[in-house]
């Protein structure tokens, strides 16, 4: 935006704007917008701490291009008007927030084939001993196509989770293919996604997923020994090599594949180890995520946000000391889409860090008997059904839930730990689902808020320190 400054211009500060001081610099937070800035101008500073609603031409100290410039990064107000993120509420602040790519209908359909897998992880959350045997029916996942394609949207990603999904490739064949047919005839496009514990893959599925041009992402957990102390097979024995052998055969097929690694007490200390082993691996990206106490997960396995800061950023340094050493790099897929994004700006393109998040509004999840989730970790849960594909569409069930509703006016605002937090408009109080599942409350801050609390300051502070480092990290290869 182009900004007109004369000497008559009224600017104020966004918010009640927070300082914290290192060695000669100092960096400055806007809560309410989002906005930040680190400066080693001790008179900028001073000015900023005192200031309140003025006009340019008093405002002496500070220069208009300097005012301009902290006026785009959501630190001070212009002639009442300011920058921040979509869902900021400050008081009297016209806001002007860049448009991001979140919808009112999903662009993402995740479908649960079945319930059924060929490993039996002990955190899994998605498979409980004594649960009979249900699959997602044909003529169900082809309706909620139909209905996905209808949407006001762009694009749909169509997801496929299981259970293992590939235990079901004769359905998933049919219903990509129909998919395909179906949104060349509506002239749009639609792309498509597979979790997978990647063990065993054979040449067959590999060869589908190439041929239509499938994301994969694939469970692993770092080294050999981590592994297989957790993900095991029906007989309790370790499942890596199999998994190393799917990975093998995707990428000999062209598939980039991408990595999948739970974060729990047993290995927080090992994580650098995890990353460089499956750095070697060659995969296309490493997506590192905290183990909840839901499923078979337990307390016993459940790291605090303090615990998971701490062993996250160690990772985090560590890919950085990497890339500055001329190492293969692979990138981590959360921090680049999550923490960072939001750092670098104020559009919220990631749908698990937004407010309100994606559940309902960008994802539609369909489980095997056909119920309908906003988002996929709520399966399971059938106080987030929000109808069954069999008895209504996914139009309807999304606009007449109460559910979703409730999840699209959850704000960061009305949170009490949440509402005068430093980084809320970063975080937007973290993953609704999981704070549920940790407090049986929607309106409650994140299972791992200790986390967010230090990992946006301490990513500032580390390109501060070590600059480039935000650089070095989106980096990927040698």
Known sequence: MR???????????????????????????????????????????DALRTLELTTLGELDVIAPDRVAELFQRGLVTVDGKGFG???????????????????????????????????????????????PREQLKLELMCKAVDELVALPTPFTSLEFHGGEPTMALKDIRQVVAYAKEVYARAGKKVVFSIQTNGFNLSDKVCDFLAENNFSVRVSLDGTPEMHDEFRVDRRGKGSYKGVVRGIRRLQDKGIAVHAVCVVHAGNTDRIVEMYDSMAELDVASIRFLPVFQSGNAGEEEWLSGEVYFESYFSVVKHVAARARAGAKVVPLANLQAGELGSLRSFRREYMCMRNPCGAGVNMITVDTNGDLYPCEEMVGKPEFVIGNLAETDIRTAIDTSPVVTRLRERHVEEIDECNSCTWKQLCHGGCVHKSYTHFKAL??????????KRIYQELIWLDVEEPGTWDLLSRTGR
């Not at 509420?89 to 649960?112: D, Q």
């Not at 309106?443 to 967010?452: K, N, P, T």
């Open 3 to 45: 900004l007109s400054l004369t000497a008559d211009t009224r600017v104020g500060p966004a918010d009640d704007l927070r300082f914290e001081e290192r060695g000669s610099h100092t960096l400055v937070v806007s809560p309410g917008t989002g906005g930040w800035v680190v400066t080693d101008d001790r008179s900028e500073v």
């Open 85 to 131: 993120t979509s869902s900021a509420r400050v008081e009297g602040l016209e806001l002007l927030a860049p448009k991001s790519t979140a919808n009112t209908y999903p662009v993402l359909g995740v479908f649960h084939v079945h319930n059924w897998c060929n490993l039996a992880c002990t955190y899994c959350y998605t498979i409980e001993d004594g649960v």
């Open 443 to 452: 309106d409650r801050e994140s299972e791992h808020c200790s986390y967010y």
